[in-house]
């Protein structure tokens, strides 16, 4: 579902990311960590198609990022940390823009209340973004990026700004797209977060990966089954930093 190869991504003299290369199957969630700077968003950037990479090759779902971008990110959903909204448009103006963009198939309609419901946005629905708090505005970019029934996401701290009730279904929510068969990245400081729903992790440091694997797989690498992932972030990171 996701194949990076070799992904690198220069800005003048300074790389943000080197040699980056990794695979995420159907129904795999993988955790992306690494301290601020470490080149996250950058990876998650150019996977989405939003920046280009210096190097390397992104193939979503079978197509080449470079050569099909267009058929490449109809097939994904990119949920950065800050959900950038409409000023204008209601929520459900949202929805019906989404579904016109992704010329998305089907009742429209009940699957854009399917969404709002699971997302307890029912009665914010003629809402503009405005009037809405931070979190539920996250819940209306998750609504916006669910609609088209994505093969591949990319979440970036989706967790920011909510409840925690909020993030317990946001979370019961990224699992069930995953069980469907979704391949997920997910970038998170939670580090306890993403020990209940990654199958796999890859840590970056300055732009390079340092440890790839599932969880048991760096576990054992770096401490025993029992030691806990923030611990072997530490241990890495720390590392790095020369403590």
């Avoid at 909510?162 to 317990?168: E, F, G, H, K, Y």
Wanted: net charge negative; hydrophobic share 45%.
């Amino acid at each position: 579902m996701i194949e990076v190869e070799q992904l690198a991504k220069s800005y003048g003299e300074f790389s943000a990311v080197r040699d980056l290369s990794f695979r995420v199957g159907p129904g795999e969630i993988l955790g992306l960590v690494g301290p601020n700077g470490a080149g996250k968003t950058t990876s998650l950037r150019c996977l989405a198609g939003i920046i280009p990479p210096t190097e390397g090759s992104i193939r979503i779902d079978g197509r080449d990022l470079r050569q099909e971008p267009v058929a490449a990110k109809r097939t994904l959903a990119y949920f950065a940390d800050e959900p950038r909204l409409f000023d204008y448009l209601t929520v459900a103006q949202h929805l019906e823009f989404i579904a016109r963009l992704y010329q998305v198939e089907g009742d429209v309609p009940a699957r854009s209340r399917e969404l709002l419901a699971q997302l307890e946005l029912t009665e914010k629905a003629d809402t503009l973004p405005g009037e809405l708090s931070r979190g539920m505005k996250q819940k209306v970019a998750l609504a916006c990026g669910f609609l088209h029934a994505p093969k591949v996401m990319f979440f970036d701290e989706p967790l920011t700004g909510l409840d925690p009730l909020a993030i317990r279904r946001t979370k019961d929510i990224i699992a069930a797209q995953a069980q469907a068969g979704a391949a997920i990245i997910l970038s998170s400081h939670l580090l306890h977060l993403l020990e209940e729903l990654c199958s796999h992790v890859l840590i970056l440091v300055r732009g390079v990966k340092v440890a790839h694997g599932t969880l048991e797989e760096i576990r054992l690498a770096h401490g025993g089954p029992d030691v806990s992932l923030e611990d072997v972030f530490v241990r890495l990171a720390g590392a790095d930093a020369g403590q």
